[in-house]
């Protein structure tokens, strides 16, 4: 290793200098450089502490994070192929089965994201961000199995360009790429993003076709169209349901989110507060479902409210993309509101308008929009207390 | 006192007509073309009018019907209100240009329900919405009534040029991708669609009002990055 980083210093490093030929290609240089060595940099500032967790070390914690819920995913993917074109298989089959489709979606997904990074960086001439890296593993997670990769790479492309880019970068966006770019490829092909179509591949063996009577619908999907599924709530906490392709199982998440919360990356406040918003608002559906206009309506809203919990992508989104730090609310009181509220939007979403039933990205991606605003009222309601104490005090002196 | 303000009148028009004739598309006439197309374009550049922008770029024909509107009322407007510009109130005038856009629009509007009938449906109210459009507004405003006759028109052929190719821009891109037609003929070729066993998929989002507002947000940031004076400090 340290002849490796004595060689790159001594040949390789001069090259990328100030006036040598590949002087425009020193932030893909030094992406790389600081990714396998500790930088020598020091500050410019008069702040001279620097902390040991810097943005990569973030980043590779919340992809270490993620790792339970892929590898779930890969798993999950194959069993339900197998399962809906009635072979039985092994598990190392099962597994093999999906990492052959999943890999692909997450090979896609960092060439697009990571190219269009690189490129910017060189055009603009700034230091390349680690941002992508996160993204880069959360857009395939949050993808159905059978959607098209070319889909896949124009939305990684929307999301980067226009969700990321435009803003200025890493640290800039307003929104969580990740969830821009399921968005994307939500309303540009619904076709391939929703219904009970997608979910499952049926296809990747040769002359297989599903079983009769199979239905590849989504839990949720089951509901909002008939008011019952054949999944249980214990299916869904463990993962065997039909959806995303890391986002079923409950149980992986839950693991990411203990490392996550272990290390402090992710703030506890806006995961609990979620999860007190969607345990609220399932409880009023639970109280209001007599009322209900519909028979199937009431049924979803009589679903009891800790099984909307592990259904679809509740738990993924409040614990991977609620808490994304640059899109959320920055103050302490302003991430109780923030994850309360977006909790709460998603149980609403679902329920309320069938059409959607993947409340949670669009609660999320509502709650980004509205995070500075949520801070700003907390930073003047403090402001105004300080300066009310302040008059009490001139007032007694 | 009448006597007084006639004299002054007269006066008035005889300084105007002392001025040196200038050709008809001198410089500064040419100017006043050119500039709404780009530097000085109503909808990126002045981000008005972006209303009808969104609304009806979904297909080309019904943005270029839009586009001619338009540009007959914004010509039309701007000469018959430079025509009257002395004799409008000054307080008053607001309502008066608001009358004069609007017999045009209604005279637009019967036009478009005689020969394109199927249109005139689906542009339905923002045919209408011409006459608060600001751009129109603006240029009366801004332009028609201070200026003469043949000034205003260049002026409201110019911005209605500058706002048709920004509106044509947007819808070429949105039906293009959104539809994989351009003007109703289908251009991406049929086999190529997934439902055919090909790979393609017309992009569902490109129909929506979003995707128009984020076209319109691409053209800026071309236009900025091509003609740097614009962006502000």
Known sequence: MKALHQFIDNNVHPLFKEGKKLEKYWPVYDGFYTFLFTPGHTT?????????????????????????????????????????????ATFF????????????????????GLGIEFLFCVVKSHQIEEGYLVSGMLIPLIMPVDLPLWMLALSVAFAVIIGKEVFGGTGMNIFNPALLARAFAFFAYPTYMSGDKVWINTTGTEG????????????LGEY?????????????????????????????????????????????????????????????????APFALSAEQQAFMAVPFWQQLVMGGFAFGVVYMATDPVSGSQTNTGKYVYGFLIGFLSIMIRVFNPAYPEGVMLAILFMNTMAPLVDHYVIQANIKKREQRLALKTVSV | MADVLEKEEKAKELLIDKQ???????????????????DNNPITVQVLGICSALAITVKLYPALV???????VMAAGNVIVSLMRNFIPNRIRIIVQLVVVASLVALVDQVLKAFVYDVSKELSVFVGLIITNCIIMGRLEAFALGNTVWKSFLDGIGNAFGYAWILLAVAFFRELLGSGTLFGFQVIPNAWYLANGGFYSNNGFMLLPPMALITVGIIIWVQRARNTKLIEE
């Open chain 1, 208 to 219: 297989m076709i599903a079983v009769d009577g199979f239905s590849g619908a989504t839990a």
């Open chain 1, 224 to 288: 909002a169209t008939t008011g019952i599924s054949q999944y249980s709530a214990l299916d869904a906490f463990i993962g065997i349901i039909p959806g995303s392709v890391g986002e079923t199982s409950v149980i992986a998440i839950m693991l990411g989110a203990g490392l996550l919360l272990f290390t402090g990356i992710a703030s506890w406040r806006i995961m609990l507060s979620a999860v007190v918003g969607g345990v609220v608002m399932g409880l009023i559906f639970n109280a209001v």
């Open chain 2, 20 to 38: 040196p004739k200038e050709p008809l598309l001198s410089k500064k006439n040419r100017k006043l073309l050119n500039d709404p197309l780009n």
């Open chain 1, 44 to 88: 410019d500032g008069k702040a001279h502490i620097r902390d040991g967790v810097d943005l990569k070390r973030t980043m590779n914690t919340v992809i270490t994070a993620l790792i339970p819920a892929l590898l779930f995913g890969m798993w999950n993917v194959g069993y339900h192929h197998f399962n809906a074109i009635g072979v039985d």
């Open chain 1, 93 to 112: 089959e099962q597994f093999l089965f999906g990492a052959i489709k999943v890999i692909p979606m997450v090979v896609v997904s960092y060439a697009v």
């Open chain 2, 66 to 72: 839009m586009s001619i509107s338009v540009l007959f």
